[in-house]
């Protein structure tokens, strides 16, 4: 009877030591969020677009295999006929 109550104990130490593992995981989780939330509030990297000069968001950019980049898909045509 005595192994048993100790198995028990055993069992709940070891799952509250796996809870305890897991706890910071979520913590950094919630870290990763709040810093995304920041990361929207900095100021995006502006390009400035090889067809017609205008600057333009990074996450807009159409991006050439050469590294040109464009406002739009238009203007990467424009710049690169036939492609
Ligand atoms: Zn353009």
């Not at 919630?30 to 996450?59: N, W």
């Amino acid at each position: 009877m005595k192994l048993l109550i100790w198995l028990v104990i055993v069992a709940l130490v070891v799952a509250w030591i796996m809870r305890s593992k897991k706890a910071p995981v979520q913590n950094e989780g919630g870290i990763r969020q709040s810093q995304d939330v920041g990361g929207h509030l900095k100021p995006e990297a502006m390009l400035q677009c090889a067809r017609c000069g205008t600057y333009f968001p990074a996450s807009e950019a159409v991006t050439l295999a050469s590294g040109r980049v464009f406002c739009s898909e238009e203007h990467r045509r424009q710049a690169v006929p036939g492609d």
